[in-house]
C-alpha cells in the first residue's frame, strides 16, 4: 500500500518567514496530493491540493510542488503569520481513502 | 456547500457499553465515507471504507465485529464502537466523498470518545 513520509515533525519560524514541508510517497499510481491544516481538536480543514498533471500550484501565500519523477511535494508558506500555527499533514491517494502523512506542528512565532 | 456534520461531537461512556457515531453529508449524497481515527498527537488512521448499500471495507488490524459500520443511505453513515475499552477512547472522524473518485474529501468535525 501507500506509503507517505512527512519531514519535519515539528516546524518553528518567526512572523514573516517562510515555512517549507516536505513529503514523500510510494505508490506510483498516487495522483492526487492534498494538504490539509488542522488546529487542536478540531477537524482537518483542505488548504491546497495538487494533482499529478500539474508540477506547481498557487494560492496566495500558499504553493505546493509535486515532483512526480522523485515522488515527491512540499508545502510552501510564504509570509508567515502566528494563525497558521497548527499541525499540516500531506496525504496521497490513487483516487480512493486518503493516505495521510504523520502530520508537522507548525509554530509561528510574533 | 459539501458539508459534513457528526454527532455527538463528544461521548463519555463506561468500559462495556456501545457507542454509536453518526455522519451525515448535509448538502450532497455520498456514496463512500471513510471513517479515521486520530489519537493524541497523531495522524490520521483510517478504520474503514463505508459504501451505501454494500459491505464496508476494513483496514488492516481493524476489528469489523468490534466497529460496525452501516451506511444505510447516500447521506448517512453510521460507527458504531462496540463494548467499548479504554483504549478505544480517541478522536473518530468522518469523511465523505462528493461523487465517487473525485479525490477530494470533506471532513466532519470528529467525535471525541472517552471510554471510562
Known amino acids: 500500500g501507500e506509503n507517505v513520509e512527512q519531514h519535519p515533525s515539528t516546524l518553528s519560524v518567526q512572523e514573516g518567514d517562510s515555512a517549507v514541508i516536505k513529503c514523500t510517497y510510494s505508490?506510483?499510481?498516487?495522483?492526487?496530493f492534498p494538504w490539509y491544516k488542522q488546529e487542536l481538536g478540531k477537524r482537518p480543514q483542505l488548504i491546497i491540493d495538487i494533482r499529478s498533471n500539474v508540477g506547481e500550484k498557487k494560492d496566495q501565500r500558499i504553493a505546493v510542488t509535486l515532483n512526480k519523477t522523485a515522488k515527491h511535494f512540499s508545502l510552501h508558506i510564504t509570509e508567515t503569520q502566528p494563525e497558521d500555527s497548527a499541525v499540516y499533514f500531506c496525504?496521497?491517494?490513487?483516487?480512493?481513502?486518503?493516505?495521510f502523512g504523520k502530520g508537522t506542528s507548525l509554530l509561528v512565532t510574533p | 456547500g459539501a458539508v459534513v456534520s457528526q454527532h455527538p461531537s463528544w461521548v463519555i461512556c463506561k468500559s462495556g457499553t456501545s457507542v454509536k457515531i453518526e455522519c451525515r453529508s448535509l448538502?450532497?449524497?455520498?456514496?463512500?465515507m471513510f471513517w479515521y481515527r486520530q489519537f493524541p498527537k497523531q495522524s490520521l488512521m483510517l478504520m474503514a471504507t463505508s459504501n451505501e448499500g454494500s459491505k464496508a471495507t476494513y483496514e488492516q488490524g481493524v476489528e469489523k465485529d468490534k466497529f460496525l459500520i452501516n451506511h444505510a443511505s447516500l447521506t448517512l453513515s453510521t460507527l458504531t464502537v462496540t463494548s467499548a475499552h479504554p483504549e478505544d477512547s480517541s478522536f473518530y472522524i468522518c469523511?465523505?466523498?462528493?461523487?465517487?473518485?473525485?479525490?477530494?474529501?470533506?471532513f466532519g468535525p470528529g467525535t471525541r470518545l472517552t471510554v471510562l
Open positions: 448538502d450532497f449524497q455520498a456514496t463512500t
Open positions: 496525504a496521497a491517494t490513487s483516487g480512493y481513502a486518503l493516505n
Open positions: 505508490d506510483s499510481a498516487s495522483n492526487y
Open positions: 469523511s465523505a466523498m462528493l461523487r465517487v473518485q473525485s479525490d477530494t474529501q470533506y
